[in-house]
């Protein structure tokens, strides 16, 4: 275990019961405020620290960084692509720097508010620049769900379903960071029983619960990254609402999948946890069968178990989670995932975003969409106001939370978080 | 018409007989030399015009250009961000610095090596920075004959298909341009009658040829752009091959659409021809039955008359031409596929790439991929060495080439070629 990532250590920086940043965690992200230009950070309990300060203040030495301060930017790419190693470095010398028997920065006051910045006068901004951006379709439960639905249970999963992680190419430009809202997109759909297609507002808007994985390293075009190797690759996690709208895409998605049912935004929380503070929640995932091909195979814990829920908040009124789910149960596991993606030789680069798909576990409370968990439009979902939903209001704000926790540690992503603003005339 | 189009113009630069870069293209592209850094360049005849060059000997004063000299830039994108118009402003200057009668340029041999370098001593690099890749499914006869093949002539079209220019986000990354070779992808396929999926490089591996426009303006999230728009945002275009793994795509293209069976590669042609130089070659589209929506409608000449067509070249043998088609066929135009894709409010950048979907034509020679060529296998074609061609083969050499002409004006887009060799281990 790195030292990082000792339960019994404390910070200095106060850390509520319950806090999703424990000096365990430590995960990086990219803020703002009214007096520092876009930078990273590292969040702490309910601060952040700031990695250009930390730079500027000779605190960062020893450490394989370039000659310049590369945490004065406006995404973690460049930083990413210096690799897993220096990612590490950097969160071991965070954590001496914030444990709460380092006196010689407890102390010094003027330091603290050089390199501490709280959560409420920052706003968080995109963390990473994203390339190209995959969408697989790991979780068998929802893929069973979903194929149950519109095609019945005989034939709920497709063939290929346990041979290969299915996956497509979602839309990179209109990933946006929590906060943020959407507007609810406008396009085409067709009843069953309507003999031409209408046009407006979607009647369907959906969430899907998803994690996200972050690439930090090029692998050139031509080569494959091995199941076995992939984690050098992947940088953390993020929670991603992946935004459908069920009406436009049923109508469109024959015969070459999702477009504009998804690619009007997704919306990702603002600090990416690394592979390295998740290291302590790693379990085995759900045996696959039948076996699968060589270069898909893997072994050991490869799942994380993390925990993750979905709550809806209509305007003016309490939330209601509605969903607990968990990573978990992912039947494709990260390390497939990549195997698989550059299998072909598809390169890929730093700064890539490849989200799980709907995470869904096998009881209807973990269902990781409006679609599965009202049964297409069915089973509509009671609000504390008393007001129903099929699917997602208007003026809805829809939040996603996670976290793991073991020995009285819980790292958490902290909340992915937007409102649903009426369509644009 | 813009004097830079008027077809009785000449240039004092060589440009053969049946050039496709006449001083009425001038096409865009990014090119190095050993001595030259990759800059901004502009094709004539057997030469290139240094636009780097011509700025820095203030050749383009007057033009509305930034204070630094942007065409020294490994990509087009900064200069696209500029706009259409000033675009025609830098066109229209070369029109006038290359015209024949230009003698104060013509007769200034220091100022001509300044500022041409020829084809040959120059390597063609990929022209923008692609940020999202789209593909188009939009010739209703591609469409139909891959419908028929796959689902009988009676189902060939999906019930959508008439009524949205169906479409799906691809790879960006694995974009490349004229003149590198790919490698035959490996990945999972499984034979009807076989009970499980085999793995090894592909065995059906295609071309499709396609044309592709990119664009050089914002849309803000959330905003779309109409169809009487959409010309604005559109810089030029630039051919396209999608090279397709027919067997990786038919196994894992459910439900969710091509993944790995594309996006191991695809390569464009280094010259981006002006939407201005193609004015010229308007044409009406096919009629389309039943009327569009609202939002998809246009009207008078959307479609443009540009020859296409693309040979296999074994290794040590002759080039067979084995598709000639045309861009005109299109059922769906750039302005209707632009309107589409941003009618949910989904954000467009500088430098995204659209590529058109296989362009077929109405008959077999025109057809735009091995798939329908070949008919699924079942009509193989013979080469010029007398040896026979379902798919394409390890050391084959794929060109494409697209010209359209005129009052005797041919504006071409020179070629993309790549050849394919084998899966590497």
Sequence with gaps: ?????????????PVPEGSDFPIQNLPFGVFKTTERSPRVGVAIGEHIVDLAAL?????????ELPSYNLFANDSLNEFMALGRGVCRQVRERLSELLRSDNEKVSHDEELKKAILVTMHEAEMLMPVKVGDYTDFYSSIEHATNVGTMFRGAENAL????????????GRASSIGVSGHPI????GQFKDPDDELPSFGPSRRLDFELEMAFITCKHNPQGDCISAVDAEEFVFGFVLFNDWSARDIQAW???PLGPFLGKNFASTVSPWVVTMDALEPFRVKGPEQNPKVL??????????????LEVGIKPEGSEEKVVCHSNFKYMYWNINQQLAHHTINGCDINVGDMYASGTISGPTPESYGSMLEISWKGTKPVTMKDGSERKFINDHDTVIMRGYAEKDGVRIGFGEVKSKVLPAKL
């Design 1 to 13: 275990m790195m030292n990082a990532n000792n339960p019994s250590l404390k910070s200095w920086v």
């Design 55 to 63: 730079y500027d203040q000779e605190l960062l030495l020893g450490i």
């Design 158 to 169: 497709m063939p290929n379903y346990r041979h290969l992680p299915v996956g497509y190419h």
């Design 183 to 186: 507007h609810r997109p406008k």
């Design 252 to 254: 469109e998605y024959v």
């Design 294 to 307: 060589p270069y898909l195979k893997t072994e050991g814990e490869k799942n994380f178990d993390i925990n």
